[in-house]
């Protein structure tokens, strides 16, 4: 069947490129705030489920634009006393939610225990509040991230990322001094832009008044 101009014109539109094109509202944090480092591990081995979890097909930060560029105010403000940031995760699929949920249940699989969770069994992880079915980050304005140091790498923050138990909570008296004055830098600049952090993880914060009350499913890449 022959096919007309204007036709042609919507089938370019609807071509799997213009299908790759993220949801209204999203941004890749590179293309708004590129100075600010990433480290995006769920994409690689190197997490505590211990390999490439689902639905990170690239090793890419997406969020909301709204967070992105409160990210960049943040990124700004840190800059002028030499610190900057490094995110690790940002939006994630409920597709990764559900393979958090998946590994949490499989209880023989105890291979990043030593890394991760030495302290605690992975049977307590989701009512510990550290894994769970539903993900603020799948709303796209929770970020994952820490400090780095201009010329020196990642500030220390006493545990290192995604490490599950009180050590990690903003007010364990676990670590030193310093490292809870690095997790209040860290916390201070946040706030003043307008993200709000989650008690049990120094690194996790989320966006007030986040455009999305709902979760998306599509993948990163």
């Not at 799997?16 to 094109?21: F, I, L, S, T, V």
């Not at 559900?98 to 699989?109: A, L």
């Not at 105890?110 to 890394?115: N, V, Y």
Request: aromatic share 12%; with cysteine.
């Amino acid at each position: 069947m022959k096919v007309s101009a204007p036709f042609t014109a919507v089938l370019l539109l609807c071509s799997p490129a213009a299908k790759a094109d993220l949801p209204n509202g999203f941004v890749y944090l590179k293309d708004v705030a590129p100075s600010i480092q990433t480290d995006v591990r769920y994409a690689t081995s190197n997490n505590f489920v211990g390999k490439k979890v689902d639905g990170y097909k690239a090793k890419k930060i997406i969020i909301t634009r709204r967070a992105a560029e409160a990210l960049k105010l943040v990124q700004a403000d840190l800059k002028k006393e030499g610190y900057g940031l490094k995110v690790f995760d940002a939006y994630r699929p409920q597709r990764a939610v559900n393979h958090f949920m998946r590994w949490v249940r499989n209880r023989s699989d105890q291979r990043t225990k030593s890394k991760y969770y030495p302290h605690i069994e992975k049977s307590t992880l989701a009512r510990g509040g550290y894994i769970a079915g539903r993900s603020a980050h799948s709303r796209g304005s929770t970020v994952d991230l820490t400090l780095v140091k201009t010329g020196s790498g990642e500030v220390d923050m006493g545990t290192k990322f995604d490490y599950f138990g009180p050590e990690s909570s903003h007010n364990s008296n676990a670590v030193t001094a310093a490292q809870k004055a690095n997790r209040a830098k860290l916390k201070a600049a946040m706030a003043k832009r307008g993200f709000r952090h989650y008690h049990k993880e120094w690194w996790h914060y989320t966006l007030n008044n986040e455009p999305f009350s709902y979760g998306f499913d599509f993948e990163v890449k």
